[in-house]
């Protein structure tokens, strides 16, 4: 009885196991909110009979501090370019097995290696390329030349804005003055402080998440912004809005994808990064994000609205204008401090 007790029970308890079937691995991503194309994620769990879960953060300060904890274990995270070589000095990222990333081999634009802090891509894949410039109504400006020489015009007293941020924002007043957005000098960091002071007495409000659909509504006639943000209401209405990168020069960023120490599903990772710099993979994710990724073949598939939308593919020329931001270890609070003093200034 006994025996037969037991058959019954192994029995069962291989029913029970072929009908839930084998686990799925789950990949973890933490990146940027909206930030992949909801699409290409169901794509992938299918061809590759896994789940993708994805937490965001708003800033690489947060996203550092909750890795550096070790409160969480993420498969490829998405930093950007100064954060990456923090990571790597930390041992907080492993190095990338290049020989499952085909794609990246093969598709990757040389094109934008000069706005590339790691070029080497020993720990990282760029994935998406980023300027801060001015957005601006083309039906509001009439013949002035847009550039952070503008917002010192009384004219658009009230209907502009900056950034909400201090890298940012003191960088255009450092650019303005022909400075470095890096710089650590002390003199020349008071004298961007002095500029922005008096910008923003012609600003309406300092703003990082409101300052396209103003644009967008014609509540601001200018505004500092991303380009991928930008680049979005300029889709919507091209006749009327545009981007301006500064003559006096702009910051650019590039978010990569590293894969952490502490991650669980390395060869899934890997599988991830090269399907995304798969062309198709790519154009498409470009059309979702309104950010360049620096996949050549990607680029060539564009339809021609994102491919002559200078937001997404500035000019080439352009390029040599812009500088990427850097981290700045202790002398970051020297920019803190700056921020301070611009934002307690009537």
């Not at 169901?42 to 061809?47: H, L, M, P, Q, V």
């Not at 290049?98 to 990246?104: E, F, I, Q, R, T």
């Not at 981007?243 to 650019?252: D, I, L, N, T, V």
Request: glycine fraction near 4%.
């Amino acid at each position: 009885m006994k025996h037969i007790l037991s058959f019954a029970a192994l029995t069962f308890a291989l029913v029970a196991l072929t009908g839930c079937g084998a686990r799925k691995p789950t990949l973890h991503l933490y990146t940027w909110s909206d930030y992949i194309d909801p699409e290409l994620v169901s794509t992938f769990e299918k061809a590759n009979s896994c789940r993708i879960k994805i937490d965001t953060f708003d800033s690489n300060e947060t996203m550092y501090a909750k890795v550096l904890a070790g409160s969480s274990r993420y498969d490829i995270i998405f930093p950007s370019s100064y954060q990456v070589r923090l990571m790597a000095q930390r041992d907080m990222i492993q190095p990338l097995d290049k020989s499952k990333l085909p794609n990246v081999a093969a598709h990757f634009s040389q094109t934008y290696r000069s706005v590339i802090l790691n070029p080497e891509m020993t720990y990282n894949v760029p994935y998406a390329i980023t300027f801060t410039g001015i957005a601006y109504r083309k039906d509001k400006v009439g013949k002035t030349e847009v550039s952070w020489a503008t917002f010192d015009d009384p004219t658009f007293k009230g209907r502009s804005s900056l950034l909400n941020d201090f890298r940012e924002t003191i960088g255009a007043g450092l650019k303005f003055l022909g400075y470095s957005l890096n710089t650590t000098n002390a003199i020349e960091l008071q004298k961007a402080c002095d500029v922005v002071i008096r910008w923003k007495k012609n600003i309406a409000k300092f703003d990082n998440e409101q300052y396209k659909t103003g644009i967008a509504s014609g509540e601001f006639v200018m505004g500092q912004g991303y380009s991928g943000d930008v680049a979005q209401v300029m889709l919507e209405d091209p006749a009327n809005i545009g981007f301006a990168f500064p003559k006096e020069g702009f910051s650019a960023a590039c978010d990569e994808m590293v894969i952490p120490k502490s991650a669980q599903e390395v060869a899934l990772a890997h599988a991830f990064i090269n399907f995304m710099y798969d062309p198709v993979n790519a154009a498409k994710n470009i059309q979702y994000i309104c950010a360049i990724m620096p996949n050549t073949d990607a680029i060539a598939k564009l339809p021609e609205k994102y491919r002559n939308n200078p937001a997404i593919i500035p000019p080439i020329d352009i390029l040599t204008k812009a500088e990427v931001l850097r981290d700045l270890g202790a002398a970051n609070a020297l920019y803190s401090k700056i921020w301070d003093t611009i934002k307690a200034t009537e």
